[in-house]
């Protein structure tokens, strides 16, 4: 195991104050950002709003990182490098809003919604407020939500057809080098080689039973989320346009 610095603090108490507090200003700048985009998508302001996003998104990883040595904590394996699902997911989300990538805005949705807003109610490996830590967990976790969300509801995007195969084939593929990278350097990426302790894997059984049963649990999640769209009539002819920051 690698340790640059010793001395973490507590964790984060899930559903005490400051994790509500964090879940209710998500929850404000997500409303804020989708009636930006709705409301006054040419105005200037909307295009910045959505600059910064993806700023936040894709600064978050190298935030953590600098947030852990400035508090004294111990940076291991598991997070010298950006391969947990929701540091790509911030990478897809990133690409999504600066470049319109139609395969970005899938992944991004999909893994956000169905993955990291699960990390967002139940932040098992997020330090306690007021380290520096617990505001950058929370810059990785909710800009990811909130791109997710921004994505079809501000901006119009809509899942191409075979969103939800093509965006657990991919899910299936980043396990794959997770696992690899575990192997070869003793990580826990993905949670692959044990459980993120306190969350919903502590339902899903022993390992490695678990993992298939991640994946399957994945596959419906992704189901469920293409359901609005199917709903509505979203096809894959609809079209996502970005905000110009200027």
């Known amino acids: 195991m690698i340790i640059i610095a010793t001395g973490n603090p507590p964790l984060l108490p899930h559903f005490g104050s ?3 507090t964090a879940l209710g200003v998500t929850l404000v700048l997500t409303v804020l950002m989708i009636l930006t985009a709705r409301l006054y998508p040419k ?3 909307a295009g910045w709003a959505q600059a910064v996003l993806a700023i936040l998104l894709i600064t978050a990883y190298p935030a953590n990182i600098l947030a852990r040595i400035w508090g004294d904590i111990a940076l291991t394996r598991d997070m010298i490098l950006p ?6 997911a911030a990478l897809t989300g990133f690409f999504a809003l600066v470049f319109a990538n139609r395969l970005a805005a899938e992944l ?3 893994w ?3 993955g990291t807003f699960q990390a967002l109610l139940t932040p098992t490996t997020c330090f306690a407020f007021p380290s520096l830590a617990f505001f950058t967990f929370f810059q990785l976790h909710s800009a990811v939500v909130i791109a997710a969300l921004y994505l079809p509801i501000g901006l119009g995007w809509r899942p191409a057809r075979g969103a939800v195969l093509r965006a657990w084939r991919w899910g ?3 396990m794959v080098v997770a696992g690899l990278v575990n192997l070869l350097i003793g990580s ?20 490695p039973a678990y993992i298939g049963v991640m994946a399957i649990l994945g596959l419906a999640f992704f189901a469920v989320l293409a359901l609005p769209f199917r709903l509505c009539g979203g096809g ?8 110009p920051p200027g």
Not at 83 to 88: E, G, K
């Open 172 to 174: 299936l593929g980043y």
């Open 43 to 45: 105005a200037r302001f």
């Open 83 to 88: 391969l947990h699902l929701c540091d790509v």
């Open 236 to 243: 894959e002819d609809s079209r996502m346009e970005l905000i």
């Open 188 to 207: 826990n990426y993905g949670f692959l080689r044990e459980k993120a302790e306190g969350s919903l894997m502590d339902f899903l059984g022993p390992w």
């Open 18 to 20: 400051a994790h509500l």
């Open 108 to 110: 991004t949705y999909f």
């Open 112 to 114: 956000g919604l169905a």
